[in-house]
């Protein structure tokens, strides 16, 4: 099992920035790609952005390329997702996953192992 904590969230105004974190703990000996997924209200779970295990390779949604940015340190177990230039239409809960597949990452489904979120609420 692996267990994954996010970190981070809070209130900002539109343009602030945010840093996420996610700390995973547990049987971590394994390689895990990693993903930031997030929930609007009163809308679908939808997929943020994911990197591959060892970092080489990372996804972003369309309406949040050039805004965000994540990064891992798998010395600290731990990943990173920086949100830039934030609007009021990223105000969701955010949540970190882990899977020990390497491809598929921009998939719900791929996913084994999930956090329980962080608030992010950005005012107008």
């Known amino acids: 099992q692996v267990g994954l904590v996010e970190s981070g969230g809070g209130l900002v105004q539109a343009g602030d920035s945010l840093r996420l974190s996610c700390a995973a703990s547990?049987?971590?000996?394994?390689?895990?790609?990693m993903a930031w997924f997030r929930r609007a209200p009163g809308k679908e779970r939808e997929f943020v952005a994911a990197?591959?295990?060892?970092?080489?390779?990372?996804y972003y949604a369309e309406v949040v390329k050039g805004r965000f940015t994540i990064s891992r340190d798998n010395a600290k177990k731990t990943v990173l997702l920086l949100l830039n230039s934030l609007k009021p239409e990223d105000t969701a809960v955010y949540y970190c996953?882990?899977?020990?597949?390497?491809?598929?990452?921009?998939?719900?489904?791929?996913?084994?192992?999930w956090g329980q979120g962080t608030q992010v609420t950005v005012s107008s």
């Open positions: 996953a882990a899977t020990t597949l390497d491809n598929g990452l921009r998939l719900q489904y791929t996913y084994d192992y």
């Open positions: 547990g049987r971590t000996n394994r390689n895990y790609a």
């Open positions: 990197i591959s295990w060892n970092g080489d390779r990372t």
